[in-house]
């Protein structure tokens, strides 16, 4: 019994799971701004891919991963704000939006990859963002390295989390933020600019999001792949849903969801087809969604383009 | 029947050229960028795609899934239902198609290919019955449900093709179909096959469903306004299951079309965003079939006439998914600006 | 006393109304000032100007004696006027503090400063005797709570006129009591109040003086306690000219639709219709009266099958159709017209001739083969009604959202009387439609009648309910306040009980004194 414990919670696995968990928290925050204010964003795997790149990029140039972050967020931000326009101002599909997004990010990315580095799959290895150690926390037997040794981005990841609560519902922002996603009108006749703080959400969103990304291309890993969040953007949003649109939630979901992934690598060793494991977050979004574990119920302009009359 | 020019709405036809053509021209900005000419590149990009015999083969060959998915995704948009989990209903179906391929090895030909095809049909239609279910019965938003199913069905068909239906050779796929299974080359050497019959008359009877039926009638009528609808005595919650089920037997025959006829074994993730690509045929095809047919063509010739750019000019071919996503954002803010035409007219 | 108010010749149009036209309204200070009127009289559109929602095309508002400029909601706002809405401006996942503050939050830094917030809105609680729990959110609270939530909303900014749109509409009796202290408290805290309603009841306890408005024009204003029902009655419906149908009297023959003690809540789960009783026979027309919003919307939904019902039977030809599908009911013999055309009864992207199956479109003969269409049958179908029912243009393969509103409204007229039904429903049938369809549509009832059909016509517009209806009952509050036969009815008897004055109160005196303008 202590064998499958062990198995199921060594500290590998559970560091993995950390690691694993870190871009699906940046992603489903942003995600998360995003639907509050009342804007579905499905294209979160574009802008991560976008931030994922740009870090690479920013770095391979500057040499300095820190300012390949600052790229991250500035080029996620953009992204997020191409669809804000098409969609606040436009008042375009937000699906269809977010689609051509992931679309546009997908061929943009290797499109540029190409053209700077003449590469098509991979790029040439770039600085990285260190890991560090926190001296007391990492010499606790077992769970130590779990919460002790961690990339610098990991630790940014939580402390965001819990930036983005107090935001979200302790700051006079988030209140607004929160009144546009549910009932833009009643935001309007109070004074409250519903474009306004629908823009902001998004550019925050995209931020977070290219973050997700920079952290695999320059924090996870050294350099950028072609399709490297390989889903992930999804994945966020599904844990953004499991955690029922709240910071907190969503970062128990995208240790949940980090941790299946981390899992399935362990699992493979021992004959459990990994693939059962690598579907279970979507599975679970599915069961959560159909009210089965609670409502998981959406802002409810969510969607919904506002007119002023 | 009379046509009647009065009723013919031009704008619905003018708009989605002109977002290719804006499209096109924003993409010559990214050609400009790679060092290249606008005009040399999209010179190869025609004559690569229309130029030749072989280059329109190649043309029709992409477009062939991609009219099946266009299909789907319109089929479905035309009842108000967003089904961007094609992608999954097509390795369902694809899935299907190779187990029938590689299970009865005595079937004759004309047996063996329906079979399969409809086992395709069968098993992507069910895969997009459950979102449909979820939405008509409990009311849950397909979009996120179809985009899950999407990931479940890639991970389900990883499992098969490495597991119990891998071929025993190096790589992550199965081993090639039985010869009565495969579907017969048109125009060799090129991949065109029959295929792309299966798809002019699969478009040709979504056309009669949709318009000459009265199941189309209530699809569209639930799509257009559901409250009327229920008035009119139709069951919306029935008839959005079946639009689902329509839908995903589309997705699932451009998986079938790509097993028995183009690669003739389920490699691992062998679709190159079929689905997706299919909610932009859709999108620029305004979810008619036939005008999904042309995007399907000018969305193959982009691919087709990609390859070839990218080997003789600087561009890189991933420029034709930038043009794309472009066509796709012209599209959908372009619908704003037909819907205030529209209103204007009314008032 | 201090004029607070004043607004001089307020117009203002829409595409084919003028909603106001020169309205000239003084207010006073301290006072409670109600404003009457019938739908569409333009009492809404009114005080959206004054509180910056619209701008008027001409007209000028004057604020404790200065011309004032108010272009929106925020200048209302620094003016001290406040309004409460009809449809509350509630945000349903927050708090009842939150929503009092937001948009002008009490701050610390950037936080929201909460307790500071729970403390003002309980202040404001005690002051003007607004109970209500803070802490609650939006979506555990009553509806006359959630009314006092908006109230505070408007205090908390310093509103010293407060303007409430149809307050009473969505309470209990029990609750417009509560609103009455409410309005007295705030009275005597210095708050000047304007109230929209239509209900002359409410005028009449809660006001000091009240303006009547019909069809965008004053009619005058009195004072309250020198009018009564009749009087206010009179001004608000007025006499228009009235549309009779020629027709011969009816010959009513048994029951073919009987509802037994019928109930309906609406999407939000308030009962609408409470428990009435009603039948109707074959050749007649049974005319029910009422201001919108008193159940009507929800009985008929109900009889067609589009909602559901919580309590009660329905009977037609003597079958139990409570549970039948509209689709059954259909086929049963129901035609329904509903009063929304545009949501409810066509598909404006669809062409006309389709529209013109709609219901019947898998039956033969439009159906061949059992599931395909057969397009010849339905555009003959489509051509022999345009020209019978004078749709115009007469292109069945224009699209429905083409036409005109009265045409439109044949479209769905020519569906449902040519099926030959047992029984027709019609919703506010020439809602929005040209005088020449209305008369067509009328004399289409009365032929609908004669030949033995049981017409149930629900309408706002009493002039039509006196010309086409054998019978008339009036609802009121989601109850049939009266019932007579019409012959006995008259239109002030009528607009008294619409208003909800009991029919025993009624007395049939006529004044024919000068309007008072005070």
């Known amino acids: ?68 972050l600052v790229g991250a967020v500035i080029t996620g931000a953009m992204m997020a704000l191409i669809h804000a326009v098409v969609c606040i101002r436009y008042h375009a599909n937000h699906v269809v939006s977010g689609t051509a997004i992931n679309i546009f990010a997908g061929g943009l990315t290797v499109f540029l990859l190409r053209l700077v580095f003449n590469v098509a799959g991979t790029s040439p290895a770039v600085a990285r963002i ?79 999001a290219g973050l997700g990304g920079a952290y695999l291309s320059i924090a996870h890993l050294s350099r950028f792949g072609d399709q490297m969040t390989a889903g992930r953007g999804f994945i966020a949003l599904a844990a953004m849903i499991f955690g029922k649109w709240n910071p907190i939630g969503a970062m128990g979901a995208a240790l949940f969801f980090g941790y299946a992934d981390a899992l399935q690598m362990r699992l493979q060793e021992v004959g459990i087809p990994s693939q059962f494991v690598s579907m279970l977050p979507y599975v679970l979004t599915m069961v959560a969604l159909a009210g089965f574990i609670g409502r998981a119920t959406p802002p409810k302009a969510l969607g919904k383009p506002y007119t002023k009359e | 029947m009379k046509f009647d020019f009065k009723t013919l709405d031009y704008t619905a ?265 299919g909610i932009a045929v859709a999108l620029l095809g305004r979810s008619h079939p036939f005008g999904v047919i042309l995007a399907a063509i000018l969305f193959g010739a982009l691919n087709a006439g990609g390859a070839a750019m990218d080997r003789l000019t600087d561009v890189p071919r991933e420029l034709i998914v930038i043009i794309q996503a472009l066509i796709i954002f012209f599209v959908a803010a372009d619908q704003l600006v037909r819907r205030f035409l529209k209103r204007r007219r009314a008032a | 006393m201090n004029q607070i108010l004043e607004l001089k010749n307020i117009t203002k149009r829409f595409p084919g109304v003028v909603a106001n036209d020169r309205i000239s309204l003084d207010v006073a200070e301290g006072e409670i000032h109600a404003l009457v009127g019938e739908n569409g009289s333009g009492k809404s559109t009114l005080m959206n100007i004054l509180y910056g929602l619209y701008e008027g095309d001409e007209g000028e508002i004057y604020v404790r004696g200065e011309k004032r400029e108010i272009s929106e909601p925020r200048d209302a706002i620094n003016l001290r006027i406040g309004m409460v809405f009809q449809h509350f401006m509630l945000v349903e996942t927050l708090t009842v503090a939150e929503n009092v503050i937001l948009g002008s939050e009490i701050r ?51 509103a010293e006129i407060l303007i409430l749109d149809e307050p009473t509409a969505v309470l209990t009796p029990q609750e417009v009591e509560e609103l009455v202290r409410v309005m007295a408290n705030l009275k005597a805290q210095g708050t000047t109040i304007i109230f929209i309603t239509h209900k002359i009841k409410e005028v009449l306890v809660a006001s000091d003086r009240v303006t009547v408005l019909r069809r965008g024009k004053k009619v005058g204003t009195k004072v309250t306690a020198k009018t009564n029902e009749p009087e206010l009655a009179e001004m608000m419906v007025g006499r228009s000219v009235l549309l009779r149908v020629e027709k011969t009297p009816a010959e009513p023959q048994s029951a073919v639709f009987a509802a037994e003690n019928l109930a309906v809540e609406d999407e939000r789960g308030s009962l609408r219709v409470k428990g009435i009783g009603l039948e109707v026979r074959a050749g007649e027309v049974l005319g029910i009266a009422g201001v919108e919003g008193n159940g009507q919307s929800q009985l008929v939904e109900a009889i067609a099958g589009l909602m559901p019902v919580k309590q009660g039977r329905l009977f037609l030809n003597g079958q139990d159709i409570t549970r039948a599908t509209p689709l059954q009911r259909k086929r049963k013999g129901l035609g329904y017209v509903p009063e929304d055309r545009q949501r409810r009864g066509l598909i404006l992207e669809y062409t006309v001739a389709d529209n013109l199956v709609l219901g019947l479109h898998g039956e033969p003969p439009f159906v061949r083969y059992r599931f395909l269409r057969h397009d010849r049958a339905i555009q003959r179908n489509a051509e022999e009604l345009v020209e019978s029912y004078d749709i115009r243009p007469p292109q069945p393969n224009y699209l429905a959202q083409s036409l005109s509103g009265g045409n439109q409204q044949k479209v769905v007229v020519a569906r449902e009387f040519t099926r030959t039904p047992k029984l027709l429903v019609c919703a506010q049938p020439t809602r929005g439609v040209d005088v020449g369809a209305i008369e067509f549509i009328h004399q289409q009832i009365i032929a609908q009648r004669d030949r033995g059909v049981a017409v149930l016509l629900v309408s706002a517009e009493l002039d039509e309910i006196l010309s086409l209806s054998d019978r008339i009952a009036v609802m009121y509050n989601g109850e049939i306040a009266a019932a007579m036969e019409a012959r006995d009815a008259t239109e002030k008897k009528l607009g008294f009980i619409m208003l909800g004055g009991r029919p025993e109160d009624f007395r049939e005196e006529r004044e024919e004194g000068v309007l008072d303008e005070v």
């Open chain 2, 13 to 277: 036809i003018a708009a989605p050229f002109i977002s290719v053509v804006l499209a096109l021209l924003v993409g010559s900005l990214f050609i400009l960028l790679a060092g290249s000419n606008p005009w040399e590149a999209y010179r190869v990009l025609f004559t690569e795609s229309f130029g030749s015999m072989d280059a329109f083969a190649l043309t029709l060959q992409r477009a062939t899934p991609l009219v099946f998915t266009g299909l789907a995704v319109a089929f479905a948009f035309r009842c108000g239902l967003f089904n961007i989990g094609a992608e999954g209903q097509l390795y369902m179906g694809g899935l299907a198609a190779v187990w029938v391929g590689l299970t009865f090895t005595t079937l004759p030909s004309y047996i063996h290919i329906p079979f399969a095809i409809l086992a395709a049909a069968v098993l992507g239609g069910l895969w997009a019955a459950i979102p449909g279910i979820l939405k008509a019965k409990l009311g849950v938003h397909e979009v996120i449900n179809t985009i899950m199913l999407n990931f479940i069905a890639f991970y389900l068909t990883d499992f098969f093709v490495i597991g119990p239906l891998h071929g025993g050779r190096a790589g992550p796929e199965t081993a090639r179909i039985v010869e009565s299974a495969r579907l017969t080359r048109l125009m060799p050497p090129s991949r065109v096959t029959t295929a792309l019959y299966i798809a002019l008359i699969a478009a040709v009877v979504v056309y009669i469903i949709l318009f000459r039926t009265k199941l189309g009638y209530e699809i569209r009528a639930v799509g257009l306004n559901a409250a009327a609808a229920q008035y009119g005595g139709i069951n919306v919650a029935k008839n959005i299951v079946l639009a689902m089920m329509i839908s995903g037997g589309l997705a699932g025959l451009a998986g079938a079309e790509q097993i028995l006829g183009l690669h003739t074994r389920f490699i691992q993730r062998f679709s190159p965003d079929l689905g997706f690509m």
């Open chain 3, 108 to 158: 610390q830094g950037v936080r929201v400063n909460y307790r500071r917030a729970v403390q003002e809105v309980e202040r404001l609680s005690q002051e003007y005797g607004l109970r209500v729990d803070p802490h609650a959110k939006i979506a555990d609270i009553s509806v006359g709570q959630q009314q006092r939530v908006e109230i505070l909303k408007a205090l908390y900014r310093g």
């Open chain 1, 130 to 208: 260190p890991a560090v150690r926190l001296p007391l926390v990492a010499d606790i037997p077992w769970i130590g390295p779990v919460l002790g040794q961690q990339n610098i981005m990991v630790y940014v990841a939580v402390a965001l989390v819990f930036v983005s609560w107090f935001v979200l519902f302790k700051t006079v922002w988030g209140l607004r933020l929160r009144s546009v996603g549910e009932h833009p009108k009643a935001a309007d006749t109070v004074g409250v600019n519903v474009f306004v703080m629908r823009y902001t959400a998004l550019a925050l969103s995209g931020a977070l």
């Open chain 1, 1 to 68: 019994m202590m064998d499958v414990f062990a198995f199921l919670f060594s500290t590998t696995v559970l560091a993995a799971a950390v690691r694993m968990a870190t871009p699906l928290i940046f992603a489903s925050l942003g995600g998360l701004f995003s639907e509050r204010a009342g804007i579905i964003n499905i294209a979160l795997e574009g802008i991560m891919l976008t931030g994922a790149f740009s870090a690479m990029l920013v770095t391979s140039f500057v040499g300095n991963p820190w300012v390949g």
